[in-house]
């Protein structure tokens, strides 16, 4: 995220953490009360409502903008993170000698592909016999694996 970050603009950068701070902040129930207390004095002291209704407005869409800014950011960051684990379970199949490297890469396929591909593993597990020394081969729970 480091690196992603310095192909940013500063500015953007800076959207960046402030979207951050003050979502976080208003996120809190803390805040949240502090709001409904601030609407209830403002009323009491008989202020103009049309102001606190534009200035709740502007505030709801700032903030509305800003918890949109950190989903796109946390989903890239998922998304990179999905990225590297499915490159390193790729590696796992293929490098075990029993995996089929047919499932790497799997990830890219229909869902029912998957589901197939998925189906045809359970079938052959669960007809595999073990040799000494392959109980992993066996389904879990399974009485055989007793």
């Known amino acids: 995220m480091a690196e992603e970050n310095n ?3 500063w500015a953007v ?8 701070v003050v979502s976080n902040l208003f996120a809190h129930p803390y805040m949240q009360i502090g709001v409904i207390l601030f609407c209830v004095a403002w009323f009491s002291l008989r202020l103009p409502t049309d102001l606190l209704t ?9 903030l509305t903008q800003m918890v949109l800014n950190r989903q796109n ?4 960051d998922d ?3 999905d990225v590297a684990m499915h490159a390193k379970l790729d590696e796992l199949l293929i490098a075990t000698s029993h995996a089929r490297n047919e499932m790497a890469g799997i990830e890219e396929l229909e869902e029912d592909e ?12 669960e007809a595999a016999t073990d040799e000494p020394g392959e109980e992993h081969r066996k389904m879990p729970g399974d009485e055989r694996a007793l």
């Open 114 to 125: 998957i589901t197939e591909l998925k189906e045809q593993a359970a079938e052959e597990l």
């Open 13 to 20: 950068q800076l959207g960046a953490r402030v979207s951050a």
């Open 73 to 76: 950011e946390r989903e890239a």
């Open 54 to 62: 534009a200035a709740l407005s502007i505030l709801a869409i700032t």
């Open 79 to 81: 998304h990179r993170r």
């Open 7 to 9: 192909h940013k603009s």
